[in-house]
């Protein structure tokens, strides 16, 4: 019994990690709804963030 419950959680917890990583919006979604927070996404600051860019319009950061 105590090994069908170990392969149960570990197919629960393998499900729940491929969903993750392919429905990434719907696992955000299910976060919320649990009440879990949502990890922050991060926003690039773009070539305007770094003094190493050019900022002449032609590309060639860094």
């Not at 696992?27 to 963030?49: D, E, F, I, N, Y």
């Amino acid at each position: 019994m105590l090994e069908f419950a170990v392969a149960v959680l570990i197919v629960c917890a393998a499900a729940i990690y491929w969903y993750a990583r392919l429905f990434p919006a719907g696992w955000g979604r299910v976060r919320t709804a649990v009440g879990l927070s949502t990890p922050q996404s991060t926003t690039g600051k773009g070539c305007g963030g770094c003094s190493g860019c050019d900022r002449s319009g032609k590309g060639g950061c860094h």
